[in-house]
């Protein structure tokens, strides 16, 4: 699929200044993270009126896709939400091709650039991750984000992705009656190896779930969007700082993948963006 110039989607947002408009008609949605700061905190050298941009391109996304699964990590939809990842990501490489003019381009992929960093940021929040114990990033690689197939390893943890029926020769279970955080440990066993299973929770307005019966918890059991979900605030900031982790570090892997397809005429377009370079990671010991 060529460029989609779907500059209709985000209204007639051709420029950061309507896009800081509209940031007024959404708000995060009462159960989800806390996306503006997350992003502000992790791309805090990014000029304003960008920041102001990328923060209403993530926020929208939970009124734009409010239905999606794979948006939000949503309903062990892992392998969506990486696709989703992946796809929003090549959208904003291709708005900063030579042939999409500024500011159309910039403002373009700042709102995908958005979307995927809303549904990276969820991950952490709507997932068994931090359950588990796991303390690294999802991916820090800095080529396109990888898929998550259905009952494969997550290199970084060891995690099996628990998406779907399970193959017959694995047995997926957890301790429902136990007290949190405890009761969200997935384990997946083969013969006499075991692992932890990554889940998400379920979201009933949400279409299609991916949780298998046995181990599927609801949003309501297992997000950690607000530090004041009553006892797992030691969560919810786990999760948070993983989530600005994963934000600096995909800030890393856009100057990479624009780099791979435009040269240095991309890294001079996103090098726009930054106000302040001593502020951004040093991509180059990511
Ligand atoms: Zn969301």
Redesign the pocket.
Same mark, same amino acid.
């Given at each position: 699929m060529g460029l989609a110039l779907t500059l209709g989607c985000a209204g007639e947002a051709g420029t950061a200044e309507a896009l800081e408009e509209s940031a007024e008609e959404f708000s995060t949605a009462p159960g989800?993270a806390n996306h503006e700061e997350i992003t502000s905190t992790a791309l805090a050298f990014l000029k304003p009126a960008v920041l102001t941009a990328l923060t209403a391109g993530n926020v929208s996304? $939970?009124a734009l896709l409010a239905l999606s699964n794979a948006?939000?990590f949503d309903d062990c939809n892992f392998s969506g939400g990486a696709a989703f990842v992946a796809a929003k990501q090549a959208e904003a490489v291709r708005a900063l091709g030579p042939s999409v003019p500024l500011p159309d381009g910039d403002a373009l992929a700042i709102v995908a650039f958005g979307h995927s960093l809303?549904a990276l940021q $969820?991950f952490y929040a709507h997932t068994n991750w931090v359950e588990l114990g796991g303390d690294v990033l999802v991916d820090q690689s800095l080529t396109a984000f990888p898929p998550l197939r259905p009952y494969s390893v997550v290199p970084s943890t060891g995690f099996i992705v628990v998406q779907g029926g399970k193959p017959r020769h694995l047995a997926v279970v957890r301790d429902a009656d136990a007290p949190y955080p405890e009761y969200a440990i997935v384990t997946v066993r083969e013969r006499r190896k075991t692992a932890y299973g990554l889940v998400s929770g379920t979201v009933d307005y949400e279409p299609g779930n991916h949780c298998p019966p046995p181990v599927a918890m609801t949003h309501d059991e297992l997000n950690k969007d607000k530090s004041t979900v009553p006892g797992r605030t030691a969560q919810h900031l786990a999760a948070e700082s993983l989530a600005i982790r994963q934000t600096r570090h995909e800030w890393c892997r856009l100057n990479q993948l624009v780099h791979d397809a435009w040269g240095d005429a991309g890294t001079e377009r996103l090098a726009a963006w930054v106000a302040d370079p001593s502020a951004a990671p040093d991509c180059s010991a990511e």
């Open positions: 989800e996304t $939970d948006a939000h809303h $969820d």
